[in-house]
């Protein structure tokens, strides 16, 4: 079984240039998570889909990020503009979303954001 | 709200030593409880978790950890540290209903030959 496939995993841009990052879960898996690690730290959600359907995205910082996922699959999180603060390891997860469990997640190799 | 405490950023052992990495939760409810091992340039990989079953909990590599409920404490152990140890362990809670982790700092192992 394939795991959760990001991409690209290593991304060194300017600030103030636009950046995303996509994120493919398990297959079968409706809910998806976007994480951010800052260095030394344990990842943070940012935000969290069920199927297409936005349900937490209070740690999302609206005012430059955004994301999506289109048909409840594979989603894309966007940086614009980025800035030094945002370097980090974006990190996405997925897992069943079984009303009740402990609904273990599932994690990618994570995207190397790196903002001069 | 849920939180948890690694105590210990970083912790050095020989190899074959006995691994103590340690992890102390708060939870106002019955909380489940992981811990994830993420090796450099990678994503974090699930070592055990507890979800209210047994409080002696075995995971993969030979780790275990036990569930203290009136030390709040979840600490990871391993009886001999192998070199391929050496990587970050991160200490989770979340809770019944909810879909949140909290993930403590971190524990970066170091195993010494």
């Known amino acids: 079984e394939a795991g959760v496939v990001q991409s690209p995993r290593y991304k060194i841009i300017e600030k103030k240039q636009p950046v995303a990052f996509w994120c493919n879960p398990i297959?079968?898996?409706?809910?998806l998570y976007w994480y951010r690690q800052n260095l030394g730290q344990g990842p943070e959600l940012l935000i969290r889909?069920?199927?297409?359907?936005?349900?937490?995205d209070s740690q999302l910082p609206k005012d430059r990020f955004s994301a999506e996922r289109l048909k409840g699959v594979d989603s894309t999180l966007k940086i614009q503009p980025a800035e030094l603060g945002d370097s980090a390891v974006y990190l996405c997860?997925?897992?069943?979303?079984?009303?009740?469990?402990?609904?273990?997640?599932?994690f990618g190799p994570g995207t190397r954001l790196t903002v001069l | 709200a849920q939180s948890v405490t690694q105590l210990g950023s970083h912790v050095s052992v020989s190899e074959g030593a006995l691994v103590l990495l340690r992890c102390n939760y708060s939870?106002?409810?019955?909380?489940?409880l992981f811990w994830y091992v993420q090796y450099p340039n990678q994503g974090l990989q699930l070592l055990l978790k507890?979800?209210?079953?047994?409080?002696l909990v075995k995971g993969i590599n030979g780790f275990e950890a036990e569930f203290k409920k009136s030390e709040t404490s979840f600490h990871l152990t391993k009886p001999s540290a192998h070199m391929s140890d050496a990587a970050e362990y991160f200490c989770?809670?979340?809770?019944?209903?909810?879909?949140?982790?909290?993930f403590g700092t971190g524990t970066r192992l170091k195993v010494l030959a």
């Open positions: 507890y979800t209210s079953a047994a409080t």
């Open positions: 939870s106002s409810v019955p909380p489940y």
């Open positions: 989770a809670v979340s809770t019944s209903g909810t879909y949140k982790y909290i």
């Open positions: 889909y069920e199927n297409e359907e936005a349900v937490d």
């Open positions: 297959s079968g898996h409706n809910t």
């Open positions: 997860a997925s897992s069943l979303g079984i009303a009740g469990s402990y609904n273990e997640q599932f």
